[in-house]
């Protein structure tokens, strides 16, 4: 039977239930595990589990993370990617140096310091990361 507490209410009610659990004898264990069971919608052994093993209170909730790469990041690496015939992320971030460098010269790209550091920095999978919007789905 699927459960609809949520992580943290099921987290709660552990926390309740396993000093009672481990201080019960047999045939009270059995009582308390499936009403646990009954309640959570967990697996008995993994209640067991949970019960018999060291109490974590839940980790905190985290929200979405700031972005690392300004935008100008973005559209500078845009840019080099075009230069480059639309290459993946892999094969592109080894040329970016020189690549940069030589759009700079012939005034398609002008960066300002920051951005040509976190430009040259990015590892093949933030590139990648960043390229997604502008990569066509394969047909």
């Not at 039977?1 to 019960?24: D, G, H, I, N």
């Not at 012939?106 to 310091?113: K, M, Q, V």
Request: proline share 9%.
């Amino acid at each position: 039977m699927k459960s609809t507490m949520s992580f943290r209410a099921k987290r709660e009610l552990l926390v309740q239930v396993a000093p009672r659990y481990r201080a019960a004898r047999h045939g009270q264990r059995s009582a308390i595990l499936d009403e646990f069971v009954a309640v959570t919608g967990y697996e008995r052994k993994y209640a067991i589990r949970l019960l018999l093993g060291p109490i974590r209170p839940p980790d905190p909730i985290r929200g979405p993370r700031a972005p690392r790469y300004v935008m100008e990041v973005q559209r500078a690496l845009t840019t080099a990617w075009t230069a480059a015939n639309g290459i993946c992320g892999k094969r592109l971030v080894p040329f970016l140096p020189e690549l940069v460098s030589t759009l700079e010269r012939h005034g398609h790209l002008d960066l300002a310091d920051e951005v040509r550091k976190q430009l040259l920095t990015l590892s093949p999978a933030a590139a990648d990361r960043l390229l997604a919007p502008l990569r066509q789905p394969a047909a």
